[in-house]
C-alpha cells in the first residue's frame, strides 16, 4: 500500500515537472509571437494539468499525492527556467555606453561578423559613444566578451527583441 500511493505521488511529481516546464515555454513561445508553438504546447500543458489535478483531487486522503504534485510544479518550474537558458531563442538588443572606446568598441564588433550602430551620445559625466547591436541569444556571451576585452567598465544594457526585420545578416543567424 505504502509503495503504491509513493508511486502515484511520484507519477504526479512526473507529470507536474512536465506540464509545467511546457507551460514556461509556452509562455516563451507567446512572447517570441509563435503562435503555433504556443497554442501546441498549452495543448499538451492543459491535457497534463487536467489528468494530474484530477488525479490529486480525486485522492485527497493521499496526502502524498498532493505532495507529488506540489514537488513537481517546484521542480518544473526550475526545469521550465533552464530549459529557456539552454534554448536561448529569440534576439536582444544590446546598447553599450562608452565614454572613450565606443568606436573601438563598435570596430571589433564589427570585426566579429556583428552589425553596429555607433552614436554620439550625452552621459551625466559628459559626451559618451553608445554603441547599439542587435544579436541572437546565443551570441550574447561572446559579444560581452568582446566588449570587455576593449573597456570593462562600459554600460551595457541587453532588452528582448520581440521581431528583427532586416538588419545586418550575422544578427539574423
Not at 511529481?13 to 503555433?36: D, E, N, P, Y
Not at 547591436?133 to 551570441?139: D, G, L, W, Y
Amino acid at each position: 500500500m505504502v509503495w503504491t500511493s509513493l508511486s502515484h505521488a511520484f507519477i504526479l511529481f512526473a507529470l507536474c515537472l512536465i506540464q509545467v516546464s511546457t507551460g514556461t515555454l509556452r509562455t516563451i513561445m507567446i512572447a517570441r509571437g509563435k503562435r503555433i508553438w504556443a497554442a501546441l504546447l498549452g495543448f499538451a500543458e492543459v491535457s497534463l494539468w487536467v489528468i494530474g489535478v484530477s488525479q490529486v483531487i480525486g485522492h485527497l486522503d493521499t496526502p502524498w499525492n498532493v505532495l507529488g504534485y506540489s514537488a513537481g510544479y517546484v521542480a518544473g518550474t526550475m526545469l521550465g527556467m533552464w530549459l529557456e537558458s539552454r534554448l536561448a531563442l529569440g534576439y536582444v538588443n544590446v546598447d553599450i555606453v562608452s565614454p572613450t572606446r565606443g568606436a573601438e568598441i563598435a570596430q571589433k564588433v564589427r570585426q566579429a561578423g556583428f552589425g553596429a550602430t555607433q552614436l554620439p551620445a550625452q552621459g551625466r559625466s559628459g559626451p559618451v559613444q553608445l554603441v547599439g547591436v542587435v544579436v541572437s541569444r546565443k551570441q550574447v556571451a561572446h559579444l560581452l566578451r568582446l566588449v570587455n576585452e576593449i573597456d570593462g567598465a562600459s554600460f551595457v544594457t541587453i532588452k528582448e527583441a520581440r521581431q528583427v526585420i532586416h538588419g545586418y545578416p550575422a544578427a539574423l543567424k
